[in-house]
């Protein structure tokens, strides 16, 4: 069963069920959870354009982490900065230093445009992933 | 469900700050860099230039522009950056105006230097501002009012193959003073709203002063040799296209739509195209990629004749030369620790305005020889061609996401970084 589960939030609902989905499981398998949060920045010409206020970021986490210990869930919380087109990867890394062996996302579900200007996160962690992914549900 | 009458309030603001000064690109790199190119041909035919002369004026340009970058968080730190901004775009405006009334070559190839410093100084001090002008919760705007301040570089070129053109049918050559006249009258009249702007945006302390431990660039020496070879090859089409059209004898409008068309594709793609499809690259590909696309842009002209060839290179390559600095900027940031990256991307700016200040003088030389413009734009095609083979030699090794401190949540028992 599954002992280090990484759940990586971005402050939607989508990624509150994931939390929730993750809080459940975890306490089923008495397994360790990190939060990880990523604070994203983007390029736009030469420019690296922050896209998450740097208190917002550490509150949401925060946040995230409390849920989960007044759940008695053990977690703690991972804050890394990134460039957007880069958050997939840094789930990858942050689950191969927390030694996971399950990453819980939480799935936006959107049109073929508007996945283009934001490419879901999601699908990229669970190709690219060499551990377990659960894709939390779309509502609940 | 509709916007509440508060946050519409908001956001228009928000907006009209971003293209406010949006007025700074549009003075500074549209009117004081690129739209030479529309005035070169009959600058060198009414003061009998030779192309390398010509070209000169650009390296002139490049030069102030290495200045200016390397200094402008100088100016800001010394004269505060709404001044630094401002008067960037003052200064621009006084060195159109200027040019308008010289046919003095030295003295043109000071206004050239002088613009391209204040274009520095302006754009660098600018990007910032935008990047600022969006505060509190949805930081996700950022970008996009960022977006919008750089399509200021294409509304500029646009506006410029309006203005130049409609000079040069009223004066025919020697138009080429009432053009720098009108883009120096659009730019009097663009100090206003810049000014305006720059007041609603908080000022910071300038970028530029972040400091770490020493950090060697030697793993980015592909890209900085791509970035050389991309601004010679890429700048010696930009300077001299017009010209070529014009010696296969397209006409003032034809070569003002070229213009226009290359102008719009360069805001659209820099706006909806390449951050996307560079974020999705590793390594050199992304270079090499958009050196391969601005060479497939340059070709048509130099293939064929006609109106058709034109607008396709002014689609392909307007849609594609602005992806240059994109392409560095991410792998600057995933190759380089954060303490390094404003000093790597300065330095990555260097490397490009070098090839910007080299380019158009040995284009310029070649088009004085047996071969012609059309020889001098080969350049172009050779120096993309092995730019981007040299970028296919990038490897990344990323640098790491980087930590931040989360003290309530607890430190992470492993990073891995």
Known sequence: MFHRILVAVDGTAAAQRALRTTSELALLTSAKVRVLHIDTSDVVYDTVVGLEDDAAAHQLLDSAVATLRQAGVPADGELLDGLVADVAQAVQEAAKGFAADLIVVGPHHRSRLATWFSPSVSDAVAHQSRIAVLFSAAEG | MTASPSLAAKQRPEFLIALGLAAGPVVALGFTRFAYALLLPAMREKLHWSYAAAGGMNTSNALGYIIGAATA??????????????????????????????????????????????????????????????????????????????????????????????????????????????????????????????????????????????????????????????????????????????????????????????????????????????????????????????????????????????????????????????????????????????????????????????????????????????????????????SAAVALIQRERAAGHQHQETAAAGAPTAAGH
């Open chain 2, 73 to 386: 968080a100088w100016w800001s730190r010394r004269f505060g950056a709404r001044a630094a901004f401002v008067g960037g775009i003052v200064i621009s405006a006084l060195a159109l105006l200027a040019s308008a009334a010289t046919d003095n070559f030295a003295g043109l190839t000071v206004l050239r230097f002088i613009g391209g410093l204040s274009t520095a100084v302006t754009f660098v001090v600018g990007s910032a501002f935008a990047s600022r002008v969006h505060s509190g919760g949805q930081q996700a705007r950022s970008a996009s009012l960022v977006g919008m301040y750089m399509a200021g570089v294409g509304i500029g070129v646009v506006l410029s193959g309006v203005v130049v053109p409609a000079a040069l049918t009223a004066w025919g050559v020697s138009g080429w003073q009432a053009g720098w006249l009108l883009m120096g009258v659009l730019a009097v009249l663009a100090i206003g709203p810049a000014a305006w702007a720059a007041r609603q945006v908080p000022e910071q302390a300038a970028a530029g002063a972040a400091h770490g431990g020493r950090v060697s660039l030697k793993p980015l020496t592909p890209t900085f040799v791509w970035y050389v070879l991309f601004g010679a090859g890429y700048v010696s089409y930009m300077t001299f296209v017009i010209a070529l059209l014009h010696s296969q004898g397209m006409k003032v409008w034809g070569t003002a739509t070229f213009f226009i068309v290359l102008g719009v594709a360069s805001a659209a793609a820099t706006l909806l195209v390449w951050g996307r499809v560079i974020g999705r690259l590793r390594g050199g590909t992304a270079p090499a990629l958009v050196s391969a696309v601005v060479l497939i842009g340059v070709l048509p002209v130099l293939l064929w004749h006609g109106m058709g060839a034109a607008i396709a290179s002014a689609i392909v390559f307007g849609g594609s030369f602005m992806a240059g600095p994109t392409a560095v900027t991410v792998l600057a940031r995933r190759m380089l620790p954060a303490h390094a990256w404003t000093s790597g991307i300065a330095l990555l700016t260097v490397a490009f305005s070098v090839g910007q200040a080299v380019g158009p003088l040995v284009s310029g030389l070649l088009s004085d020889s047996s071969g012609g413009i059309a020889k001098g734009l080969w350049l172009s095609v050779v120096l993309l061609a092995v």
